[in-house]
T-cell receptor
Framework: DTGVSQDPRHKITKRGQNVTFRCDPI?????LYWYRQTLGQGPEFLTY????????KSRLLSDRFSAERPKGSFSTLEIQRTEQGDSAMYLC???????????????FGPGTRLTVL | DQQVKQNSPSLSVQEGRISILNCDYT??????FLWYKKYPAEGPTFLIS?????DKNEDGRFTVFLNKSAKHLSLHIVPSQPGDSAVYFC???????????FGQGTELSVKP
């Protein structure tokens, strides 16, 4: 297994444009998470899925943000009408659920760096 | 409301000595704690974790200590190596919940 992958690694867009990021988790993991990290801060939770079900969304996830995991495998995060404040590193992670009998630490991808001009 | 805090933004240590990174938390519901290491332009890499039923967990050069009464955990790296230079994040979660709450990070510099 090659780990969690994210695409693209970098995205530069103009304010008001829509962007979509993709995350491919570790194949055996049924949990998938999205986080956002800004300079000098730790990652902040956005949302997570167990299989295809979205189980929790942060209040950071405004109406302009939508995440999907249609077949319980890869996930997409879309930001509509981007704003300069959306500039950040968007991180994806995957894991087994806690209490599943498997190790449950989250494994992170390399992130997508978004710059909104 | 910063539920997980790392009050030292940076730490400098000589190679071969011990590095001690600290983390405080406020939410008594947290029952699982983790440390991650992050290099620039990469995602965080898992280092070590500890459940709230334990007070110590060791993995090679890395040991995590948990003091529940003080709501404090620490990561010890012995001996420190230049390759350990990175930003270290502590994180916490609770129950069967999925999300991790991260601290702000501590940048460790290990000098040869």
């Amino acid at each position: 297994d090659t780990g969690v992958s994210q695409d693209p690694r970098h995205k530069i867009t103009k304010r008001g444009q829509n962007v979509t990021f993709r995350c491919d988790p570790i194949s055996e993991h049924n949990r998938l998470y999205w986080y956002r990290q800004t300079l000098g801060q730790g990652p902040e939770f956005l949302t997570y899925f167990q299989n295809e079900a979205q189980l929790e969304k942060s209040r950071l996830l405004s109406d302009r943000f939508s995440a999907e995991r249609p077949k319980g495998s890869f996930s997409t995060l879309e930001i509509q009408r981007t704003e300069q404040g959306d500039s950040a590193m968007y991180l994806c992670a995957s894991s087994f659920p806690r209490g599943s009998g498997s190790r449950s630490e989250q494994f992170f991808g390399p992130g997508t760096r978004l710059t909104v001009l | 409301d910063q539920q997980v805090k790392q009050n030292s933004p940076s730490l400098s240590v000589q190679e071969g000595r011990i590095s001690i990174l600290n983390c405080d938390y406020t939410n008594s519901m947290f029952d699982y704690f983790l440390w991650y290491k992050k290099y620039p332009a990469e995602g965080p890499t898992f280092l070590i974790s500890i459940s709230s039923i334990k007070d110590k967990n060791e993995d090679g050069r890395f040991t995590v200590f948990l003091n529940k009464s003080a709501k404090h955990l620490s990561l010890h790296i012995v001996p420190s190596q230049p390759g350990d230079s990175a930003v270290y994040f502590c994180a916490a979660s609770w129950n069967q919940g999925g999300k991790l709450i991260f601290g702000q990070g501590t940048e460790l510099s290990v000098k040869p």
